[in-house]
């Protein structure tokens, strides 16, 4: 499942990703997850919630795909 998400300033970091597309429950659980190694930003784990992601960037999470765009 792919979907897209608009960015409404210059990023979005990773946590505030997952918890915008309703992935997480919270800020805890994004941390867990992501710390965790569930999080692929462009292909590769990334450990760090506090991610920028910026237009073009994609994410796969728990079987889905976010695409950042402007």
Do not use: H
């Not at 805890?28 to 997850?33: G, H, Y």
């Not at 590769?44 to 795909?65: A, C, H, I, M």
Request: aromatic share 4%; net charge positive.
């Amino acid at each position: 499942m792919k979907r897209k998400l608009t960015l409404k300033g210059d990023y979005i970091t990773l946590g505030q990703l997952l918890k915008a597309e309703s992935l997480v429950g919270d800020g805890v659980e994004a941390k867990i997850r992501i710390q965790a190694g569930e999080a692929l930003v462009n292909g590769e784990v990334d450990t760090r919630r506090g991610r920028k992601l910026y237009p073009g960037d994609l994410v796969s999470f728990d079987g889905v795909e976010i695409e950042v765009v402007r």
